[in-house]
């Protein structure tokens, strides 16, 4: 069975500096990988999504995310914080199984932004 | 198009009673799926329904159920209510066919059991 970790519960970054959050999965072939967002008493919005091609994938609110195979790792980076930036951030593997795709969700990485 | 509607938004229950949720998907999405958010727990799958007929299922206790209707609009159930039921249940809709696809997410029911 798949899995996905984010090894960072909590992760505090001034405004302005660049972040990375990372997201590394446990599958045996190459899977479809997602980031999501999610504001305090929301939804969770979907960033950035890799079915396949080219490893850097750029997505919404200026983050983007490299697949690379040989670490198994997905990592979220954007260049420049913003305030608003500020939420919960969710890694997420999705498999075939059984002619569908099945989605599993990491723990999660709350961001707080510093002025 | 309208996004993933979940109603209500807040509910307060007490122990023992039951609750039923509401999700209406994104029009044309077939493939609805429920999770429960907790502080502790963080985001835990429940179910997923597609075309009406449940295709994968957490590991949660029954009594915890589902449906999904004709029109792809799904409802959640929970029997007995539990103080630790008290979460934000979430649903996420997708196409959810042999295509890859990402889940599109309600708000969520806010629940609180007293």
């Known amino acids: 069975a798949q899995s996905v970790t984010q090894p960072d519960i909590h992760i505090t970054v001034s405004e302005g500096a660049s972040l990375e959050l990372r997201c590394n999965y446990s599958?045996?072939?190459?899977?479809?990988l997602f980031w999501y967002v999610q504001s305090p008493g929301q939804g969770l919005q979907l960033l950035l999504k890799?079915?396949?091609?080219?490893?850097l994938v750029q997505g919404i609110k200026g983050f983007e995310a490299e697949f690379k195979r040989s670490q198994s790792s997905f990592n979220l980076r954007k260049p420049s914080v913003h305030w608003s930036d500020a939420a919960e951030y969710f890694c997420?593997?999705?498999?075939?199984?059984?002619?569908?795709?099945?989605?599993?969700f990491g723990t999660g990485t709350k961001l707080q932004v510093i002025p | 198009k309208a996004g993933v509607t979940q109603t209500p938004r807040y509910l307060i229950k007490t122990r023992g009673q039951q609750v039923t949720l509401s999700c209406s998907p994104i029009?044309?999405?077939?493939?609805v799926s429920w999770y429960q958010q907790t502080p502790g727990q963080g985001l835990q799958f429940l179910f997923e329904?597609?075309?009406?007929?449940?295709?994968n299922k957490g590991n949660f206790p029954g009594r915890f159920s589902g449906r999904q209707f004709s029109n792809s609009r799904s409802e959640m159930n929970v029997s007995t209510l539990e103080l630790g039921d008290s979460a934000l249940y979430l649903c996420?809709?997708?196409?959810?066919?042999?295509?890859?696809?990402?889940?599109?997410f309600g708000q969520g029911t806010r629940l609180t059991v007293v």
């Open positions: 996420a809709s997708s196409e959810g066919g042999r295509g890859n696809t990402e889940a599109f």
């Open positions: 599958y045996g072939a190459t899977p479809y």
């Open positions: 890799y079915f396949s091609g080219d490893t």
């Open positions: 997420a593997v999705g498999v075939r199984s059984g002619g569908y795709q099945k989605v599993t």
């Open positions: 029009s044309g999405h077939r493939s």
């Open positions: 329904y597609f075309s009406e007929t449940q295709r």
